[in-house]
């Protein structure tokens, strides 16, 4: 079977842990565009030069050719500027829509066979923007988000319970901004409800609640929180790693259920939206949407972060895109 080829669009701090992820991890030979003159050369170089230290042997190599991305079974878009600190996702609106829409007419001329992922913000408004320009049927276009916010509330989870994070299970649902949902009644450690482990920790329901109610609102507001240490930009090593689990489940067809952007066609009451749903991710790219149950504040909570989508995509139209 020959190699599978992954484009990276952006050689930031993201592109640059993700090109060292997928090659250690031989996922398929990697090429990684930048539009600034030497940059994704350089890292690429310095990525291939660790091969022999890290055991692997898919190519690694950087680009300011488009042409160079032909043939790609994946592309994983990160173009665009990053937050700084007192900045919402929403504010690199303007800036990143004309990004991606020049990003999504060459991903559609160079690799027009290609499942893409993308990682830009404001990342409902960008996977749907990239959806629009390339024509790219809906499975073959997604976005990374939902798999890094579940992640940053398992990590709170397993710290407040004191237990591993591989035994938690936790899901964060809705758009990619401050109104997201973290489902707090599904989340659990290895089946075991995380409400009745705070309660039994706690002894005391109204505490228990609290503690929950914290660590879902630090969820919410987590990547501002690394923007405000980091000064410079945002997270970037715990994009990379969401954005490679996906990636491995659809090169390795592994049929993963995870939090992916996708568009709806009528699951969880949203018609022609993108949003923060479980789907499986296998060759096909977006196999399925799997719907779960909603109590009546979760879906209030879900249409909110949904309102907010439908917002930004509006206010992308006004701004022409
Ligand atoms: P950064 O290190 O600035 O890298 C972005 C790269 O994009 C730079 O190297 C630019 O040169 C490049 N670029 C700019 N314009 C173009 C263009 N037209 N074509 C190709 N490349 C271009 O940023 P980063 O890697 O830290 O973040 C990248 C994006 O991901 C930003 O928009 C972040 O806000 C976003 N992000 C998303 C998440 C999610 O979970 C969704 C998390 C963290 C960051």
Same mark, same amino acid.
């Given at each position: 079977m020959a190699r599978k080829k992954i484009a990276l669009i952006g050689g930031g701090q993201i592109g640059g842990v993700l090109a060292q992820l997928i090659g250690a991890r031989q996922l398929g030979d990697v090429v990684l565009f930048d539009i600034v003159e030497d940059l994704p050369q350089g890292k690429t170089l310095d990525i291939a030069e660790a091969a022999a230290v890290d055991n692997f042997d898919v190519s690694v190599t950087g680009t300011n050719?488009?042409?160079?991305?032909?043939?790609?079974?994946l592309v994983i878009i990160t173009a665009g500027l990053p937050r700084k600190p007192g @900045?919402?996702?929403?504010?690199?609106l303007s800036t990143n829509a004309k990004i991606m829409k020049n990003v999504a007419e060459n991903v559609r001329e160079f690799a027009p066979n290609a499942i893409v992922i993308i990682i830009s913000n404001p990342l409902d408004a960008m996977v749907t923007l990239f959806k629009k320009v390339s024509g790219f049927p809906a499975n073959r276009v997604m976005g990374q988000a939902g798999v890094l916010d579940s992640s940053r509330f398992a990590t709170f989870i397993a710290w407040e319970l004191g237990v591993?994070?591989?035994?938690v299970n936790a899901m964060v649902l809705g758009?990619?901004?401050?109104? @997201?949902v973290p489902l707090i009644r599904y989340a659990n450690v290895n089946g075991i409800p995380v409400m009745e482990m705070l309660e039994r920790k706690y002894k005391d329901k109204t505490k228990a609640k609290e503690v929950m109610t914290a660590m879902v609102e630090r969820t919410k507001m987590a990547g501002g929180e690394v923007v405000k240490l980091l000064k410079t930009g945002s997270a970037f090593y715990s994009p990379a790693s969401s954005a490679t689990a996906m990636a491995e489940s659809i090169l390795l067809d592994e049929k993963r259920l995870l939090p992916t952007c996708a568009l709806l066609?009528?699951?969880?009451?949203?018609?022609g939206y993108y949003a923060g749903v479980p789907a499986v991710l296998g060759a096909n790219g977006v196999e399925r949407v799997v719907e779960l149950s909603l109590d009546a504040e979760e879906q209030s909570l879900f249409d909110n972060s949904v309102n907010a989508v439908k917002k930004l995509v509006e206010d992308m139209a006004r701004l022409g895109f």
């Open positions: 050719n488009y042409k160079d991305i032909a043939g790609s079974d @900045m919402s996702r929403d504010d690199l591993s994070v591989k035994d758009g990619h901004g401050d109104t @997201m066609n009528g699951e969880f009451g949203v018609n």
